[in-house]
């Protein structure tokens, strides 16, 4: 069976809006606007929802594969895919913080300690994609967005705002890079998108 909200949410961060925007076109609010997608939804309700979102109610009740393991971008189109090959760049999905959270921290303390370029890349809700860079010789990270929009930010975290001094040695402050690269991750920036309007 189709996930109507899913897709909704899908379809809706696609075009840049919210669901209170959907909502408004549709004269409710958004508590109605999702029980009114759960369990078996009226065909009007579809095509309303389709119809405030400028889409087909096809799209709305389009199938998901159970667990989709990577993303495949074909003609400015983004697809799930459940088994990709091995010529697909594989980019994780992340829907729980701490999940991500455990991945930057580990990726940071590796990065640090390998002394070598690297790069993580993933999908989260609230903006899209991001892709989190380490270069060793500025010994700096740079936490790159794209949001759904189109709209780009990156964000530099440099090893002497982050660093620990011992004598004239300075080290990572590992720790507190992390909880900022994370908190950037997790609405900082996004409210801050918000606030300078763009």
């Known amino acids: 069976m189709a996930d109507i909200e899913k897709n909704l949410r899908e379809i809706a961060r696609a075009k840049g809006l919210k669901l209170s925007d959907i909502a408004a076109r549709m004269g409710t609010t958004v508590s109605n606007l999702l029980t009114s997608v759960k369990g078996n939804p009226t065909v009007s309700k579809v095509q309303g929802i389709a119809e405030a979102l400028g889409v087909g109610v096809?799209?709305?009740?389009?199938?998901?594969?159970?667990?989709?393991?990577?993303?495949?971008?074909?003609?400015?189109?983004?697809?799930?895919?459940?088994?990709?090959?091995?010529?697909?760049?594989?980019?994780?999905?992340?829907?729980?913080?701490?999940?991500?959270?455990g991945e930057v921290r580990t990726f940071i303390a590796r990065a640090?300690?390998?002394?070598?370029?690297?790069?993580?890349?993933?999908?989260?809700?609230?903006?899209?994609?991001?892709?989190?860079?380490?270069?060793?010789?500025?010994?700096?990270?740079?936490?790159?967005?794209?949001y759904g929009d189109g709209k780009t930010m990156t964000i530099p975290f440099d090893k002497m705002e982050f660093a620990v001094w011992d004598g004239d040695e300075a080290?990572?402050?590992?720790?507190?890079?992390?909880?900022?690269i994370v908190a950037d991750l997790e609405g900082a920036v996004p409210a801050r998108l918000r606030e300078e309007g763009r």
């Open 58 to 101: 096809t799209d709305l009740l389009r199938l998901r594969p159970q667990s989709a393991q990577g993303l495949v971008v074909l003609d400015g189109k983004t697809w799930q895919i459940a088994r990709p090959s091995e010529a697909v760049v594989q980019i994780p999905a992340y829907d729980r913080y701490d999940v991500l959270r």
């Open 112 to 146: 640090v300690e390998g002394g070598e370029t690297v790069s993580m890349a993933g999908l989260v809700e609230a903006m899209e994609l991001f892709c989190l860079v380490y270069d060793p010789h500025a010994e700096v990270f740079h936490l790159c967005l794209t």
């Open 171 to 180: 080290s990572w402050d590992l720790q507190q890079v992390t909880e900022e």
